[in-house]
């Protein structure tokens, strides 16, 4: 499998309910990114978390990442329509160089 | 609250036809980067951009790009010789590495359609 890859590829939930994404990757990180995009536009950042964080909270959004599983996973809560995006994780691998390496993405879609 | 701009939103050009992406980064990032999506697929990574030269390319990367930083403001992209494959989206992100494990911003993308 490759550097970042989301589960699921599609998932579908009720207004209110919590939205859970997971990204999983290969090689060793500094830091794990999520972004947003709407179709067909750009793409937000969320939240970064680095590689000697486990959890992070920003708003309605919460992210844990486990090095040992090389994973990490994406909370939304209390989902609302505008959360409807597909989410990506994007790893940096290498400390100064700040490539960033996408996952295939999670099509999430909140149903009114 | 600062962003990154891109310019044209759209893009349509006949293939071999040479085109350039233009961004405008954050004022105060250092760093630069050109990403692209095909339509469908994941966004992959060009190239990246400091202290006026290439820090890193990509495979994709390859003789048919160039990139250029012009004035103190704009970040381009040139494809000398566009393919049918080159149809994308392209994204221009900036970050600020003087602050460490810093976030990457990106614009809201160039839609190039090579017919």
């Known amino acids: 499998s490759q550097q970042g890859e989301e589960d699921p590829q599609a998932l579908s939930i009720q207004e209110g309910e919590n939205a859970t994404m997971n990204c999983s990757y290969k090689?060793?990180?500094?830091?794990l990114q999520w972004y947003r995009q709407n179709s067909g536009r750009g793409l937000v950042h969320l939240i970064l978390i680095r590689s000697n964080e486990r959890e992070k909270h920003s708003g309605r959004l919460r992210v844990t990442l486990d090095t040992s599983k090389k994973s990490s996973s994406l909370l939304i809560t209390a989902s609302r329509a505008a959360d409807t995006a597909s989410y990506f994780c994007?790893?940096?691998?290498?400390?100064?160089?700040?490539?960033?390496?996408f996952g295939t993405g999670t099509r999430l879609t909140i149903i009114p | 609250e600062p962003e990154v701009t891109q310019t044209p939103s759209h893009q349509v050009t006949q293939m071999g036809q040479e085109v350039i992406l233009r961004c405008v980064p954050i004022?105060?990032?250092?760093?630069f980067y050109w990403y692209r999506q095909i339509l469908g697929q994941k966004v992959e990574f060009l190239v990246s951009?400091?202290?006026?030269?290439?820090?890193?390319k990509s495979e994709i990367f390859d003789d048919q790009f160039s990139v250029e930083r012009p004035d103190g403001s704009n970040f381009t992209l040139k494809i000398r010789s566009t393919k049918l494959e080159d149809s994308a989206m392209y994204f221009c992100?900036?970050?600020?590495?003087?602050?460490?494990?810093?976030?990457?911003?990106f614009g809201p993308g160039t839609r190039l359609t090579v017919t």
């Open positions: 004022s105060n990032h250092l760093y």
């Open positions: 992100a900036s970050s600020a590495p003087q602050v460490v494990f810093s976030e990457q911003y």
């Open positions: 994007a790893t940096d691998i290498e400390f100064g160089n700040e490539k960033l390496t």
């Open positions: 951009f400091y202290n006026n030269e290439i820090s890193e």
């Open positions: 090689t060793s990180i500094n830091n």
